[in-house]
């Protein structure tokens, strides 16, 4: 049996069926106004026609300046409640998409002509592929290794650009088991058309299953052999004269720049404090870390990442601050917690 043509594909995630209503809505109310606009030509066409020289042209009519007021202040004030109306729709339909659940599960993903390249924190990978629980959201942490992407998934109504030189991120909560399309809607070289893949959506016993299959070790484990092997540690101790902030408990938390201001910690910092460390540097350090953009690729600095969200506060001792770019000894800080970890040395800190 063939099966019925579809205006849209399944609807598969949370989201699908509030942006396919407020889709539908607007093609309505487009449908209804150009009806409108058409048919009030139509009427005007016949209703004031030109009329022939016998009868004489209609003219010097009467005209009610109360009606017209009315008039005006009809066609002005619905449009703008129905604008108004589907403005602040799409809003909170924009609001949920754009924050994720605090439970989502995290996967990476790194764009790359041309193919998705996506690693999930147990360190299991996968290339044109991504393997999802139903109902569970899930978080996705994106990055390009070249040119500009877009993560566009139809059957969950979610499409996201995918930037060279920072992270963006998407969610979404699949509520049908199955594969669905998963395309680059960026036009980005002579095999963009190629660059397509799935998304498999799976019983959360299957997944997990799924994920025991094996791996070489989960991505902070993977970041803390490559945080060794780059001579990190050498600056990054845990103690009062370390050369660079310590990482514990940085990922978060506020950091203080040398210029007074402050900025949290997320991915978007860690990444450029480890590829520029010089970009914020942070309070009480001088800018000695040096740069290792030419010895990782975008893999590597989400291990580091990995590795350096790893290592949640202990205490007291945890530090309130995030990894400055160059991290040396500046006089050592009396308040370690006020010199945050530079995620530089998660690239190798070493001097």
Known sequence: ????????????????????????????????????????????AVRYRRRTVERGPMAGQVIDHEDTRR???AWIAIPLVVFLGIFYWGAKVFATMSEPPADALTVYVVGKRWMWKTQHAG??????????????????????EDVIHSF???????????????YTTLWF????????HLFCAEYCGTKHSQMVGEIVVMEPAAFQSWLGGG???????????????????????????????????????????QDGTTVVADESYLRESILDPRAKQVAGYEPIMPTYASQLGEEGVLE???????????????PA?????????????????NAPPHPAAADGGAP
């Open 173 to 180: 909560e699949a509520t049908s088991i199955g594969n669905f």
């Open 215 to 257: 791996s070489g070790g989960t991505m902070a484990e993977a970041g803390e052999k490559r945080f060794g092997d780059l001579g990190c540690s050498t600056c990054h101790r845990e103690e009062a004269q370390a050369r660079g902030p310590h990482l514990r408990g940085l990922f978060g938390s506020s950091v203080k720049l």
């Open 152 to 166: 566009y998934v139809p059957a969950f109504r979610v499409k996201q650009d995918v930037l060279p030189g920072r």
């Open 304 to 318: 580091l990442i990995a590795y350096i969200k790893s290592r949640p506060a202990t205490g007291s001792a945890a």
């Open 71 to 73: 008039m005006e202040v």
């Open 1 to 44: 049996m063939s099966r019925p043509v579809q205006l849209l594909p399944d609807q598969a995630s949370t989201v699908a069926p509030r942006v396919d209503a407020l889709f539908y809505f607007l093609c309505g109310i487009s449908i209804l106004v150009s009806l409108a606009i058409v048919g009030v030509i139509f009427y005007f």
């Open 123 to 144: 360190g299991q990978r996968e290339i044109n592929q991504l393997h999802v629980p139903v109902g569970q959201p899930v978080k996705l942490v994106m990055t390009s």
């Open 321 to 337: 601050a995030a990894p400055p770019p160059g991290g040396a000894p500046a006089p050592a800080p009396a308040d370690a917690g």
